[in-house]
């Protein structure tokens, strides 16, 4: 079935770098997303990678991908205050359907 | 500026009432959704169009009915049958395929209070 996990909570200090993870399990292809979430409002879009990429960095950002175990992180370099919220990662087929699933979404707290 | 808008941004109910959330978009997109977030849920989807005039069942539809006879348009209305309406919803939108990532654009969200 569709399922995309993530670990509930996260805190790491200021300066420091965070990992954040996730499970998938659909093999076909897909694009995933990470978003961010701050309190109150409404998801914005971090970054994305498609299934077939193994690595994609965009300033303190870097997003791994492990194919074989269906296993996604999205690392934040230099971890600011500003950088606490909840992060939600998340998978679509690029053919055959509209639907995305979205895992829990991990809390990020950064502790200064 | 492009953007999705949904209002109103709070809303209170009485038990056994209808509402209605607004959700417009200009970004010209044929996809529109609905989510709900519970805490520690993530997102559930409601109901999604794909197209003007069609619209499908999410994972939680029952309770919620919505229309889409515009294309900038996707209003969804929780009726007195949604049992535990509280929460928090988003409306999202994109334009598959023609070479895009699928992004998903999200509104600012709506938050819904049953008295």
């Known amino acids: 079935g569709e399922d995309v996990e993530q670990s509930l909570f996260l805190s790491v200090r200021e300066g420091d770098s965070s990992v954040i993870n996730c499970t998938y399990t659909?093999?076909?292809?897909?694009?995933l997303y990470w978003y961010k979430q701050e309190p109150g409002a409404g998801l914005q879009l971090l970054t994305y990678?498609?299934?077939?990429?193994d690595m994609k960095q965009d300033q303190r950002l870097t997003v791994l991908l492990n194919k074989k175990d269906k296993h996604l992180s999205l690392r934040i370099a230099d971890t600011q205050t500003g950088d606490s919220a909840i992060y939600f990662c998340?998978?679509?087929?690029?053919?055959?359907?509209?639907?995305?699933?979205f895992g829990t979404g991990t809390r990020l707290k950064v502790l200064a | 500026d492009g953007g999705i808008t949904q209002s109103p941004k709070y809303l209170f109910r009485k038990e056994g009432q209808n509402v209605t959330l607004s959700c417009e978009q200009n970004?010209?997109?044929?996809?529109m959704y609905w989510y709900r977030q519970d805490p520690g849920q993530g997102l559930r989807l409601i109901y999604y169009?794909?197209?003007?005039?069609?619209?499908q069942k999410g994972d939680i539809a029952e309770g919620y009915s919505v229309s889409r006879e515009k294309k900038e348009s996707f209003p969804l209305t929780v009726t007195s049958a949604q049992k535990n309406p509280t929460a928090f919803y988003l409306c999202?939108?994109?334009?598959?395929?023609?070479?895009?990532?699928?992004?998903?654009?999200f509104g600012e969200g709506s938050r819904l209070t049953v008295l």
């Open positions: 999202a939108s994109t334009q598959r395929g023609q070479g895009g990532t699928g992004e998903l654009f």
């Open positions: 659909d093999s076909s292809s897909t694009y």
């Open positions: 990678i498609f299934s077939n990429m």
């Open positions: 998340a998978e679509t087929r690029t053919s055959g359907t509209y639907k995305y699933i």
């Open positions: 970004l010209n997109h044929d996809a």
């Open positions: 169009s794909q197209i003007v005039n069609d619209f």
